[in-house]
């Protein structure tokens, strides 16, 4: 070999060995302090282009990034680490470390959260959001303190639009739920505002809805609005019923393992807490929305479909028969009485 070769060949090994010298320093610099680098799995059972499933995926990068790769993220939508009730489970063993679901699929676990899911309680989406994400209320605190009893901790809240019904035939009035067989989710609240209604409530797995309308075997589905236009349900139903006053909401929360959070040294542990709030406001939020109009506009704007606002008339037949719903609530779960409560005060603070 000349002179020459070996010089550039020289030249090339020791700039090879920098490279991989400051590779290493990068690596430990990003390391956590105990010399770990963490995962993280986190799942949804939506897939995209619904907010829960983009935001795990955005949240790799932010993670990594916020932690100075001291976590390393994995996100799992369609439900491929699970279904609901797998990744709740897997979340209170530590299998699962985030999940991003409505946070009324944890009522069967922490029994309380059913005050999210009263009809009519709250006066829209965004109020139901802000009493659940505002520190020093009373009420956040109670809901998280509630969620850490049973071995969750909530990552950031979300917002999600109260629910609608997209339907096979006409309903535009109280009478017209009367035996209307309505897909929702399997939260007892909503249940019970379906049956209060006088319709049937009916529940499986989301991936059937859209051949279920098809084939008739649902009249309807009731569910937040952002799901609606991913199923392409309006390509069967055509009549949309938008409540003017909601009667319920899919809170949306991205919630954590109790066991994971604590399995980190405490340093990382909160900085991870505060990026996911910054994750929760600057991320999830926009996407929420954006997803929640688009699939408005979506329904609205579709071939031949009938759109029909509840008048007053509904409102208040609906609210009278709600009634009873809060009151056997709390008698069955007498230990969400100081949630109520507190939730009330601070929706009457607000007026209307």
């Not at 680490?81 to 946070?103: K, W, Y």
């Not at 659940?132 to 917002?159: D, V, Y």
């Not at 007053?312 to 709390?330: C, G, Q, S």
């Amino acid at each position: 070999m000349s002179m020459k070769k070996r010089k550039a060949l020289t030249l090339f090994i020791a700039a090879a060995m920098a490279f991989m010298l400051l590779a290493c320093c990068c690596i430990s610099e990003s390391a956590a302090a105990d010399g770990r680098v963490y995962r993280m799995r986190m799942g949804a059972i939506s897939s995209p282009p619904t907010p829960e499933a983009v935001f795990i995926e955005e949240l790799v990068d932010f993670i990594h990034e916020a932690t100075g790769g001291r976590i390393v993220a994995e996100a799992y939508h369609s439900g491929t680490i699970g279904n609901n009730t797998q990744m709740i489970s897997g979340l209170q063993d530590g299998s699962v470390h985030a999940v991003a679901i409505p946070i009324n699929q944890y009522e069967s676990y922490v029994p309380e959260l059913g005050v999210l899911g009263l009809p009519m309680f709250f006066r829209d989406a965004e109020q139901a959001y802000q009493l659940c994400k505002t520190p020093g209320n009373g009420f956040h605190e109670m809901l998280e303190e509630a969620m850490q009893a049973r071995g969750f901790m909530i990552g950031t809240w979300g917002i999600s639009a109260g629910s609608t019904l997209i339907s096979t035939r006409p309903v535009a009035q109280f009478e017209d739920f009367n035996g209307l067989k309505v897909w929702c989710l399997p939260n007892a609240r909503i249940v019970d505002t379906m049956n209060a209604l006088g319709a049937v409530p009916v529940n499986f797995s989301t991936g059937d809805l859209a051949l279920a309308v098809q084939q008739r075997t649902v009249d309807a589905a009731y569910t937040g609005v952002q799901l609606l236009a991913p199923q392409m349900l309006h390509e069967t139903a055509k009549h949309l019923f938008v409540l003017s006053t909601p009667m319920n909401f899919n809170v949306q929360a991205l919630v954590l393992s109790k066991v994971f959070m604590e399995s980190l040294p405490e340093d990382l542990r909160e900085t991870l807490q505060e990026a996911l709030l910054r994750a929760g406001t600057d991320i999830h939020y926009p996407l929420a929305i954006q997803a929640i109009e688009d699939s408005m506009n979506v329904l609205k704007n579709a071939d031949g479909m009938t759109v029909v606002y509840s008048d007053e008339v509904f409102t208040e037949r609906a609210r009278e028969a709600f009634a009873p719903i809060a009151e056997i609530f709390i008698t069955a779960v007498p230990s969400a009485l100081p949630l109520y409560e507190r939730a009330v005060e601070l929706i009457a603070a607000e007026g209307p």
